[in-house]
């Protein structure tokens, strides 16, 4: 098969992927409300049980750094809960 058979996939730039897992970090922790979840299980969640390649899980991981370091979430001892914040901005998107 030639290279010009395969549609091209949209390429994102590293910031671009990084906002695109940060969100959907935010968003399935604000879903799982008032759940809470360890990184552990949130790994899980995003990455299962089946070998991980260490790109994927870093990237999650590093997502859930800097949403904790912006204030949108925060971990209460070994459990990541969004903030007062993250909720307040959460229910006015979906009204």
């Not at 910031?15 to 008032?34: G, K, N």
């Amino acid at each position: 098969m030639h290279d010009q058979d395969i549609p091209a996939a949209p390429c994102l730039s590293p910031a671009e992927q990084d906002r695109m897992t940060e969100s959907a970090v935010l968003a399935f922790v604000l879903d799982q409300h008032p759940d809470q979840l360890t990184d552990a299980e949130l790994l899980l969640a995003f990455h299962g049980d089946g070998p991980q390649d260490f790109a994927s899980t870093d990237a999650t991981a590093r997502a859930l750094r800097e949403l904790i370091g912006a204030g949108l979430l925060r971990r209460l001892g070994v459990v990541v809960a969004p903030t007062r914040a993250a909720l307040y901005f959460s229910r006015l998107q979906s009204d």
